[in-house]
C-alpha cells in the first residue's frame, strides 16, 4: 500500500518556466490537498478537491492552477514560475472532512527551487 | 476564521525527560484539532487527534494532549522522550470541512 506518491522529488526551474507536480493516492479517498511549507510558517492549503470533479481555492492560490483528473490523481501546475514559488509541496487526501475528525495523509514532498 | 499559536518554536530535553509542546487557538465554535509529526526530509504523519469524545487525547508513541477550552489549549505532552522524537511538531486547527490551519511547528531536539 503506496499511500500518497508525489513526483519529481527535487525539481529546479528558471523564473517563467512550467512544471507539473503529479500526486496520487490509492486509499480511495474523496478529498485531496496541496499544501506549501515555508520555514516558520509551517504548512499553507494552497486548493483542495473535497470530490472528484471539484477544485476550490486555498489560503495562497495565485500563481497556481489544480487538476483533479480522477479520484486518484490530484496535479498542481506552476504556469510561470518565480522565486517566491521556492518551496516544498505536500499532497495530501482524506476520505473525508477534517471537520468529521478524518484524518489528512501527507505525501513525501516535493522541494521546488526556482532561480 | 481559525488561528494557531505554538507558543515555543524549538524544545530542548534530555532522553528520558518530560516533553511539553504548547498550543493554543482561536475558535469561534468547537474545533477539530490535531497533532501531526514531520521527521526531517519526510511528510507528515497523525500523532493524534481531538474529537470531543474525551479531553484527554492519546496518540502514538507516547504521546498525549489535553484539550481545555476554557483556556483554548491543546498541549502536547509525553513522559519520558526518546532520541527518535526528535522532530518538529505541528498543532492544526480544522478551518472549515476542508481546510486546516497549521500552526508554525516546534522543533525538538532530544539529548542523550
Known amino acids: 500500500n503506496a499511500g500518497v506518491t508525489q513526483t519529481p522529488k527535487f525539481q529546479v526551474l528558471k523564473t517563467g518556466q512550467s512544471m507539473t507536480l503529479q500526486c496520487a493516492q490509492d486509499?480511495?479517498?474523496?478529498?485531496m490537498y496541496w499544501y506549501r511549507q515555508d520555514p516558520g510558517m509551517g504548512l499553507r492549503l494552497i486548493y483542495y478537491?473535497?470530490?472528484?470533479?471539484?477544485?476550490d481555492k486555498g489560503e495562497v492560490p495565485n500563481g497556481y492552477n489544480v487538476s483533479r483528473l480522477n479520484k486518484r490523481e490530484f496535479s498542481l501546475r506552476l504556469e510561470s514560475a518565480a522565486p517566491s514559488q521556492t518551496s516544498v509541496y505536500f499532497c495530501?487526501?482524506?476520505?473525508?472532512?477534517?471537520?468529521?475528525?478524518?484524518?489528512?495523509?501527507f505525501g513525501p514532498g516535493t522541494r521546488l527551487t526556482v532561480t | 476564521a481559525q488561528s494557531v499559536t505554538q507558543l515555543d518554536s524549538h524544545v530542548s530535553v534530555s532522553e528520558g525527560t518530560p516533553v511539553l509542546l504548547r498550543c493554543n487557538y482561536s475558535?469561534?465554535?468547537?474545533?477539530?484539532l490535531f497533532w501531526y509529526v514531520q521527521h526531517p526530509n519526510k511528510g507528515l504523519q497523525l500523532l493524534l487527534k481531538?474529537?470531543?469524545?474525551?479531553?484527554l487525547v492519546k496518540g502514538i508513541n507516547g504521546f498525549e494532549a489535553e484539550f481545555k477550552k476554557s483556556e483554548t489549549s491543546f498541549h502536547l505532552t509525553k513522559p519520558s522522550a526518546h532520541m527518535s522524537d526528535a522532530a518538529e511538531y505541528f498543532c492544526?486547527?480544522?478551518?472549515?470541512?476542508?481546510?486546516?490551519?497549521f500552526g508554525a511547528g516546534t522543533t525538538v531536539t532530544v539529548r542523550a
Open positions: 486509499m480511495n479517498h474523496n478529498s
Open positions: 481531538y474529537t470531543s469524545a474525551a479531553t
Open positions: 495530501a487526501s482524506s476520505e473525508g472532512p477534517v471537520q468529521e475528525y478524518y484524518e489528512q495523509y
Open positions: 478537491s473535497a470530490s472528484e470533479g471539484t477544485t
Open positions: 475558535s469561534s465554535y468547537s474545533p477539530s
Open positions: 492544526v486547527v480544522s478551518d472549515s470541512d476542508y481546510k486546516l490551519s
